[in-house]
């Protein structure tokens, strides 16, 4: 089991351009989540996917956010055009479902806007 | 309404002592409480979780947790510290909202030799 794999590690970019985050979750695991830690907001969620289905994105901060799971194995959160205030670490997990089913966490991405 | 309480934003203590870390929740529910913890550039990683199976939840590296439901605390305990140790944890309540966590603040725990 490979576990949940985020790419990339790091990604600096410049204010105004796209950015986009990749996840491939743990096979056979129905949910996906993408989250954001910073050091003054702690951990928030950002959105879910069941079944490659979005659930809840009422955590997206604002229309730059996007999200999309094209497949079972694979999803993507991009943001358009990138602002400094998104310096973040993003983390993507996985979950199989049921009540007391955990998340598997990925590495994260650390993304930082100049 | 669901809430996690981690009582503690910094810890300190010496390897080879006790550690404990403290969290209260609220829930409408039987809950589902996990610890999770994480190290410097590193994703969370669970330590335990409770489903009520039974109320004391041992799990990796030596670490255990005890439910109290007429206290509603889940305090996170290891009975010998070590440097490896050393990371944030993280308390976290498994809300209404199906497969929805609410995560605590987190507590920083410093082992010093």
């Known amino acids: 089991d490979a576990g949940v794999i985020q790419s990339p590690r790091h990604e600096v970019t410049e204010m105004g351009q796209e950015v986009t985050l990749r996840c491939k979750p743990i096979?056979?695991?129905?949910?996906l989540f993408w989250y954001r830690q910073t050091m003054m907001r702690g951990l928030e969620l950002l959105i879910y996917?069941?079944?490659?289905?979005?659930?809840?994105d009422s955590g997206m901060p604002e229309d730059r956010f996007s999200a999309k799971m094209p497949n079972a194995s694979f999803s993507t959160l991009k943001i358009q055009p990138s602002e400094p205030r998104d310096s973040a670490v993003y983390f993507c997990?996985?979950?199989?479902?049921?009540?007391?089913?955990?998340?598997?966490f990925g590495n994260g991405t650390r993304l930082t806007v100049t | 309404a669901q809430s996690v309480t981690q009582l503690d934003s910094h810890v300190s203590v010496s390897e080879g002592t006790p550690v404990l870390l403290r969290c209260n929740y609220s829930?409408?529910?039987?809950?589902?409480l996990f610890w999770y913890v994480q190290h410097p550039n590193k994703g969370l990683q669970l330590l335990l979780k409770y489903t009520s199976a039974a109320t004391l939840v041992k799990g990796i590296n030596g670490f255990e947790a005890e439910f109290k439901k007429s206290e509603t605390s889940f305090h996170l305990t290891k009975p010998s510290a070590h440097m490896s140790d050393a990371a944030e944890y993280f308390c976290?309540?498994?809300?209404?909202?199906?497969?929805?966590?609410?995560f605590g603040a987190g507590t920083r725990l410093a082992v010093h030799p």
């Open positions: 096979s056979g695991h129905d949910y």
């Open positions: 976290v309540v498994k809300a209404g909202g199906y497969n929805k966590l609410i």
């Open positions: 996917f069941n079944n490659n289905v979005p659930i809840d």
């Open positions: 997990a996985s979950s199989l479902a049921g009540y007391n089913s955990p998340l598997h």
């Open positions: 829930s409408s529910y039987s809950p589902s």
